[in-house]
């Protein structure tokens, strides 16, 4: 892949939220890691999705790479362009090359406007459009592209149903003429009939039009649908990213592996029989992560050695790049999963020592 | 009835053309909550009450029966030591304590009411939208300079609102001296911090909502958002407190009047001054106080009800 064929290149991404307290004077008492040392690249005219529990920060990071969520540290470069240190007038005008979908497109367009002052907004920011009648022309070929109807101008977006909403937040992104789109679970808040339809929507845009997608999304069938590359995301931070195949077929990392086995087969006989990983407990507070790995506290296969103390690379294996120390192992079956039982985390300063939140208490059995 | 599919889908077409043609337009919110505001009973009779009560303040004073000034009582010589005579055939409402026409004063003072009402409610709106816009915009976008702004903004109304309402009416009419003005004016003071915290907390919330975000990602400026999705969006509720308010005004300008503290033009009726003047005659003729308490009453009862069926219109949750 050449220097030529990324379009967003992230290294290194971290945002944190400062905890306030204080009544007059604000104090910060500590950090919420929402993402934590992040690097990933998108191939332009591709699609990476990326995945993950919620509250894994893979929203905050879509945020972040729009700069709609100002990074605590890291570089995100656009085409080159480096968009962290960038005066906020040139940023605004940058904004039209990267468009965002939210996933709840009620509370994503104002109740006030209707569509065409909807899609006019943006036009008229970036002095797209000679006049009235070309906006209008702009307009209506965006309509035609997301297949919403000339009525719908003068609609307001309670008039609608969820999928043409959805349509109406699509046309609003797409009708600036952007490269990137960033699409925050553009799908989850639809019913499974409109999802289809608004998934294929998007893959057909991106066929039209060369658009390159960062689609965020817990559905994991959505995405593998979708995507060229996947990125797992965990408690901040990338686990495993591969091509979409062979993320599904070959998942080389434990969480990925867990959350694969949470994909029920819709076959009967291969459903009873396949094996699956559940993990306990709950996702770790971003505040106060797990040292080392940060997954060691949840995963079947950690070890006494390295996980607890040493924070995994991204190392490329194959095609896919893992942040983990002993895929290789799990992959050739050496290592065996153990049991695991859920810990108490408690925040640092309050209950037992601290020393108790990490570290499963039982090994567990492996060769 | 059978027909065959082909003259069913043209059935079925010339029936959505009809629909779509009726209602070519989309409907805003505001047409929506007018429309809901029509089907509420609560709503017509507030309406009704202050539709006639604002008919009366404007061309009543023309059509009196009596000048309101004139002392035809004492005139007559019907004022005597311990005597207010009662209504008549001519004077419905019988006479006042200075035997001028009751019901020309009540026609009259309506006038006022509702100036002094209205003007003190339009002083707090003004001064606590501006406060709450600036403080809500800035907190909602400005960053770390707008939390700034924000703050001091806000402990200066916490001051405010930390006052007695009417001791803080009663300080400022003391120090501007007793006047209309001053009653319009220390009404609406108080009114200030109701709507100050009402339009920023309103803004606060808007400005987090994803559509405020949507616009960010567009590239619109954070000024405009504000002026454009952020003010226009938080505005319903300020409009109902305002409604409310009215109701409120006229009965705390009616308070600063009993205490003295109003117009000190007692010739000039208003219903407030009306009412503090018929407390010395209660023993007499107690309807003297009757008449403006009960006008008062039923005119702040159709703010409410107009007030309250606004907040239910304008209400989201309850929107289809």
């Not at chain 1, 019913?191 to 039009?209: F, G, M, P, Y």
């Not at chain 2, 419905?92 to 509702?114: C, K, N, P």
């Not at chain 2, 919330?205 to 616009?215: G, K, P, R, T």
């Amino acid at each position: 892949m050449s220097e030529n064929d990324i379009l967003v290149e992230v290294r290194d991404l971290k945002v944190h939220f400062p905890i306030k307290r204080g009544v007059l004077f604000d104090r910060v008492v500590g950090q919420v890691k929402a993402v934590d040392g992040v690097d990933l690249s998108i191939a332009r005219g591709k699609t990476y999705g990326l995945v993950g529990e919620s509250g894994c920060g893979k929203s905050t990071l879509g945020r972040a790479l729009l700069q709609l969520t100002p990074p605590t540290a890291g570089e995100v470069s656009f085409d080159g362009v480096e968009l962290t240190t960038l005066p906020s007038g040139k940023l605004r005008s940058m904004r039209r090359r990267m468009q965002m979908i939210f996933q709840d497109p009620m509370s994503s367009l104002d109740p006030r406007q209707n569509v065409e002052s909807i899609l006019t907004e943006g036009l008229q920011t970036h002095g797209i459009g000679t006049d009235r009648t070309d906006r209008r022309r702009i307009i209506g070929e965006t309509l035609d592209a997301v297949g919403l109807p000339r009525w719908a101008l003068s609609r307001y977006p309670h008039e609608f149903s969820g999928g043409q909403r959805q349509r109406i937040g699509i046309a609003r992104a797409l009708v600036l003429g952007p490269e990137l789109i960033v699409a925050d679970e553009p799908v989850s808040a639809l019913d499974v009939s409109i999802q289809a339809q608004v998934v294929n929507l998007l893959d057909e845009l991106q066929d039209s039009l060369g658009l390159t997608y960062l689609v965020i999304a817990h559905d994991l069938a959505v995405v593998r649908h979708i995507s060229d590359t996947v990125g797992v995301m965990y408690l901040g931070a990338l686990v495993e990213e591969a091509p979409s195949d062979r993320l599904y077929t070959e998942p080389l990392h434990p969480y990925t592996r867990a959350l694969m086995s949470a994909v029920p087969v819709p076959d009967p006989d291969v459903e009873d029989r396949r094996e699956r990983i559940l993990l306990a407990g709950d996702l770790p507070s971003p505040a106060n992560p797990p040292s080392g790995c940060r997954f060691h506290t949840r995963c079947p296969w950690a070890q006494p050695t390295r996980c607890a103390d040493e924070r995994p690379v991204l190392r490329d294996i194959g095609v896919s790049r893992v942040a983990c120390h002993f895929a290789e192992q799990i992959a050739s079956g050496e290592l065996r999963p153990h049991g695991v039982s859920a810990q108490i985390v408690r925040p640092e300063g309050e209950g037992d020592a601290p020393g108790v939140v990490s570290a499963p208490t039982e090994p567990g059995s492996y060769v | 009835m059978t027909l065959s599919p082909g003259k069913k889908r043209e059935k079925i077409d010339r029936l959505s053309e009809l629909a779509a043609r009726d209602d070519e337009r989309g409907v805003s919110l505001w047409q929506e909550a007018f429309r809901r505001l029509r089907g509420n009973p609560a709503a017509i009779v507030g309406a009704v009450i202050l539709a006639l009560f604002v008919l009366v303040a404007v061309v009543g004073p023309f059509l009196v029966p009596y000048a309101a000034t004139d002392t035809i009582g004492i005139r007559e010589g019907l004022i005597k030591p311990g005597v207010i005579p009662g209504p008549t055939g001519d004077h419905w409402f019988g006479y006042d304590h200075q035997g001028r026409d009751e019901f020309s004063r009540m026609i009259v003072g309506a006038r006022q009411t509702l100036l002094v009402g209205v003007v003190s409610t339009l002083i707090g709106l003004a001064i606590g939208a501006l406060i709450g816009g600036v403080s809500g915009a800035a907190a909602g976008l400005g960053g770390r300079w707008g939390r700034w702004i924000d703050t001091t903004l806000m402990r200066f109304i916490d001051m405010l609102l930390a006052m007695p309402s009417l001791l803080l009416a009663v300080s400022i009419a003391a120090l501007l001296g007793a006047s209309l003005t001053t009653v319009m004016i220390a009404v609406g003071v108080v009114s200030v911090p109701v709507f100050a915290r009402l339009l920023r907390g309103s803004m606060i919330s808007q400005a987090n909502s994803d559509y405020v975000l949507a616009a960010t990602s567009l590239g619109v400026k954070k000024s405009k958002i504000a002026l454009t999705h952020v003010v226009p969006n938080s505005l319903a509720p300020v409009i109902v407190q305002a409604t409310l308010t009215l109701a409120t005004a006229i009965i705390e300008a009616a308070a600063l009047s009993f205490l003295g503290l109003g117009n000190p033009d007692t010739a000039v009726p208003e219903w407030g001054v009306m009412l503090a003047d018929a407390q010395q005659y209660l023993g007499i003729r107690p309807s003297l106080a009757i008449y403006p308490a009960v006008a008062i009453i039923i005119t702040a009862l159709g703010f409410t009800l107009l007030g309250e069926a606004m907040r239910e219109a304008l209400d989201p949750k309850l929107r289809k």
